[in-house]
């Protein structure tokens, strides 16, 4: 016999009613993405604010052309390009009160430029000659961060610590979909929804985390879908289309600003160019693919939308493009310009407070630099 049957058949105390501590269902994502542009929902759709997103869009198109030149003649040492992705870019950017704040990720260099961060500032990182280019206070706009998903976890804490003190701010964080797969992505959703932080996290699912498909990053019925799991609403939009788009998120920073909480937008969208100028995309996707998505472009659907209703004519266009190259030129000609850096400023705006190894590091540095301009002045 043994010990269980010596003491009795086991009767566990039944558990009191389970209840679901938020009811999921409002929480899950559409089935289909969202889609302004080609529906009925266009009719409602602000003419003047379709007119910026298309001005803007275009202006965007010819930077992430230019900023591609110049990584090839050696002007910028990577450029990731968000060419096809300009929806999300410029509706980032544009649903923010000034006061706001917008985290982006490396590829979001148009999402700053659209902010109002000058287009040479936003590409000195990539160039390669500073640490951020910009003052991030100037436009509410965090440092690009190169490292996946670890701008997120930042957005949180800026977003907390501003309701905390009653200031009117909300933060949006832009991710790739192959940030979705980082434990920050995981920490900052948590702690969003634990403390209904006032932010809006933006996933740009473009297909591809540089070669890998998303169908080998996760088995979730969408990205969108994975809000529910941290107590927050999931929203899936048409990343092309630059109506739906910011209405979604314009949504999204009412609620949070209000006091509802963080939310989850997946936007569904395509990177037409390869993953930066040192990824060869041939390896990875076929030229049928990217054809297909070219004719999702979001420039014309818009443009179609815009013109269909009367509200865009030749002229329209022609000068959306011409500012478009007003703005390419001026930047082709300041990024041919050679900077004046001083070597010692790489341990500027490291820390507060210098470190003892920092201030170690500089005064070697200053004497390396010393010795070199001596030795060049005994040679002449």
Known sequence: ?????????????????????????????DAEPYRVLGTE????????????????????????????ALTKQGRLAVYP????????????????????????????TL????????PVEALTLLRGDWHTG?????????????PLATQLPHAVGLAHAARLKGDDVVALAMVGDGGTSEGDFHEALNFAAV?????????????????????????????AHKAVGYGMPGRLVDGNDAAAVHEVLAEAVRRARAGGGPTLVEAITYRVEAHTNADDATRYRGDAEVETWKQH?????????????????????????????????SLRARMNQDPALDPVDLFAHVYAEPTPQLLEQRAQLRAELAAEAEAEGAQR
Not at 21 to 29: G, I, K, Q, S, Y
Not at 111 to 118: F, H, N, Q
Request: hydrophobic share 40%; net charge negative; with cysteine.
């Open 195 to 223: 403390w209904q932080a006032p932010v809006v996290f933006l996933v740009q699912n473009n297909g591809f985390a540089i070669s890998v498909p998303l169908a080998k990053q996760t088995a979730a019925p969408s990205l």
């Open 297 to 329: 472009d979001p420039i014309a659907l818009l443009e179609r939308e815009l013109t269909t209703r009367g509200l865009l004519d030749e002229d329209g266009v022609d000068a959306a493009r011409e500012d478009a190259e007003t703005m390419a030129a």
């Open 81 to 108: 390009s968000s060419t096809g992705q300009e929806a999300c870019e410029v509706a980032a950017a544009l649903v923010l009160q000034e006061q706001d704040w917008l985290f982006p990720s490396y590829r979001d």
């Open 41 to 68: 929902a266009a009719a409602g759709a602000d003419p003047e604010l379709l007119r910026r997103l298309y001005a803007e869009l275009v202006k965007g198109r010819r930077y992430n052309a230019q900023a591609t």
């Open 111 to 118: 999402a700053v430029v659209a902010r109002g961060v000058d």
């Open 1 to 29: 016999m043994t010990v269980m049957e010596q003491r009795g058949a086991y009767q566990p105390t039944p558990p009191p009613a389970w209840q679901p501590r938020t009811d999921p269902a409002p929480l899950l994502p």
């Open 134 to 146: 910009y003052d991030p206070y100037e436009h509410r706009v965090a440092p690009l961060s190169t």
